[in-house]
Nanobody
Framework: QVQLVESGGGLVQAGGSLRLSCAAS????????MGWFRQAPGKEREFLAA????????TYADSVKGRFTISRDNAKNTVYLQMNSLKPEDTAVYFC?????????????????WGQGTQVTVSS
């Protein structure tokens, strides 16, 4: 069982930056691929970024490529999402998730564990 707790959300002006963190409870954290997703009101959950267990491979959605960066620190059981050049349309609840797989990381269905989410609001 893996418990995930997101933090770092909040209110920011357009053009600003936030760094989200996701702390994992499991000592086996380093064996999981990690992903970030978001969900805005009335919309489906959207893939943002993912990283494999070693950190060697990252993948991003086109909507955030060049603005968001995913990273992980296995010694701290934590994955991060650095978000720059934020836009009002980035407003959503942001979730981290853990998967025992290493492929097709854009698919929500492959993730075994999810956090509760953290709200990000970008004002214009």
């Amino acid at each position: 069982q893996v418990q995930l707790v997101e933090s770092g959300g909040g209110l920011v002006q357009a053009g600003g930056s936030l760094r989200l963190s996701c702390a994992a409870s499991a000592r086996t954290f380093r064996s999981y691929s990690m992903g970030w997703f978001r969900q805005a009101p009335g919309k489906e959950r959207e893939f943002l970024a993912a990283i494999t267990w070693s950190g060697a491979f990252q993948t991003y959605a086109d909507s955030v490529k060049g603005r968001f960066t995913i990273s992980r620190d296995n010694a701290k059981n934590t994955v991060y999402l650095q978000m720059n050049s934020l836009k009002p349309e980035d407003t959503a609840v942001y979730f981290c998730a853990a998967s025992s797989e290493s492929g097709r990381l854009f698919r929500p269905g492959i993730y075994d564990y999810w956090g509760q989410g953290t709200q990000v609001t970008v004002s214009s």
